[in-house]
């Protein structure tokens, strides 16, 4: 305590070691797409296929058909543009008609060209530069090199045909030539993408396919398991199937419920049979006193014998558990309500706020000994009781609070350990048994819920207690 007192007298400080850690960018990054990526085991399993594939392909596509588009457009335009160089050496070098007759059939009988000879007028205005400018970039180089000329070209637009112009020198004329956009541009590449894709998505349904008859065993085990602990059978009859691991695990599953049912079975007829035997030496004691002269003496006796019944009772009841009850719809508000007459009986304020028709899927005995172990502490022990019903979306919440002495903070999980009993300002289980919280908390797990303890803020306890819906 003196330590305590020195480092807050001058000022010390302790900081989180996590608030030190470097947030940096890969970090943060990181964070972000684990809070994105889905929980569940079938979705992170499709995303440990499909992302590779798609990464992969995206990959391949990128550096493949980008060389493969560069690659073919390049030799294309230099086949087209050897032909128009030869056509201006044809037509420079030797005599033509007036109206270019021969050359334009030439071109077009030859080389699958339309050439003619137009006056030497000025170009059109430039055409906008298109985006993806493979085949602009291929044939401006590819003439420029090979003709170097003035020219222009109109590779834009939905067209099949490309328009090329390019001045010449003698005679002082301008020749336009239009081609096929197939001659000069690879243009069937999309097939490579049609198989591409078509593949990646018949792949992708197998994926799918085949990852959901493994995922299927175990979303049943998981299922199996959670109903096991919640004390319910399986809807359906559950049997080995899917990876070799899985069924391992199915059948290491199946068989330690069997033998954590053989021995609540075993502990049961134990306690059963010695039950039996100490009820009947119980019930001697208690005919022996009955004929007996009542007295001071025999009357301490009954009721140590009556103790010893109580007591008896709740060992039973604690080591069988409710696990034979069926499930059925209850009405939460007749189980809670049913105690406003002992709190009547006894002078004591009880209040509850809940719905009258509110039902809950559970074990109709089981639930009304868990409320009525929580609300006959809370009747004992203080003189205004409020308990209050708070349905959500997937759990159901009730909050119980009271005015008593209440239990110190340090022993709010002690008192859920069997056999336990506190000698302070408040005794849990006045049988003596210590069994009265620890049977509660055993019947919320059995429900897949839980029991809490908090300070009320009445003054006393606050039990909350959870249960799914």
């Not at 048994?433 to 306890?461: F, K, Q, V, Y």
Request: charge should be neutral; aromatic fraction near 8%.
């Amino acid at each position: 305590m003196a330590s305590e007192q020195s480092a807050v007298g001058t000022g010390e400080t302790r900081s989180n070691p996590k608030s030190n850690i470097r947030r940096t960018p890969l970090r943060l990054l990181s964070h972000w797409i684990s809070k994105k990526m889905p929980k569940g085991l079938y979705a992170r399993s499709l995303i440990a296929i499909i992302a590779p594939m798609v990464l992969l392909q995206s990959v391949i596509a990128f550096v493949f058909m980008e060389r493969h588009w560069q690659t073919v457009t390049q030799r294309l335009s230099q086949a087209v543009t050897a032909d128009i160089s030869a056509i201006i050496d044809v037509i420079e070098t030797y005599p033509q008609d007036a109206k270019f007759e021969v050359i334009n059939r030439i071109a077009r009988e030859n080389l699958e060209l339309n050439a003619t000879v137009l006056p030497p007028d000025a170009f059109p205005p430039a055409t906008p530069k298109p985006f993806f400018s493979i085949l602009d970039d291929a044939l401006r180089e590819n003439i420029t090199r090979q003709i170097a000329r003035p020219f222009w070209i109109d590779t834009v637009g939905d067209s099949n045909l490309l328009e090329i112009r390019i001045r010449l020198e003698n005679p002082d004329k301008v020749l336009r030539v239009f081609a096929r956009r197939n001659q000069a541009y690879a243009s069937n590449s999309h097939i490579f993408l049609v198989w591409m894709v078509g593949t990646s998505f018949v792949l992708i349904l197998i994926s799918i396919l085949f990852l959901r008859n493994q995922i299927i065993p175990i979303q049943q085990l998981a299922e199996a398991a959670e109903q096991f602990g919640k004390g319910r059978q399986m809807s359906g009859k559950f049997r080995l199937r899917g990876a070799t691991e899985v069924r391992k695990a199915s059948l290491a599953f199946l068989q330690m419920r069997e033998r954590i049912e053989r021995q609540m079975e075993q502990r049961t007829t134990m306690l059963t049979g010695v039950s039996h035997d100490l009820r009947t030496i119980l019930t001697r004691f208690k005919l022996q006193l009955a004929l007996g002269e009542e007295n001071e003496e025999t009357r301490e006796l009954q009721n140590d014998v009556e103790e010893m019944q109580k007591m008896l009772q709740g060992y039973i009841d604690f080591a069988k558990g409710e696990s034979g009850e069926e499930v059925s719809r209850v009405n939460v508000y007749d189980a809670i309500f049913r105690h406003e007459n002992e709190a009547a009986l006894r002078g004591k304020q009880f209040e509850l706020n809940c719905d009258p028709d509110f039902t809950i899927r559970a074990r109709a005995g089981a639930f009304s000994r868990l409320m009525a172990n929580i609300i006959t502490n809370a009747i004992r022990y203080s003189s205004v009781i409020s308990i209050s019903v708070k349905p959500g979306n997937r759990r159901l919440t009730i909050i119980v609070d009271d005015n008593g002495p209440g239990i110190a903070k340090e022993h709010y999980e002690d008192v859920f350990k069997p056999f336990v009993r506190l000698d302070e300002a408040r005794n849990l289980d006045e049988s003596g048994t210590g069994l009265g919280l620890s049977i509660a908390r055993d019947i919320a797990h059995n429900h897949g819920g839980d029991i809490n303890l908090h300070a009320s803020p009445l003054g006393g306890l606050r039990v909350i207690v959870s249960l799914p819906l």
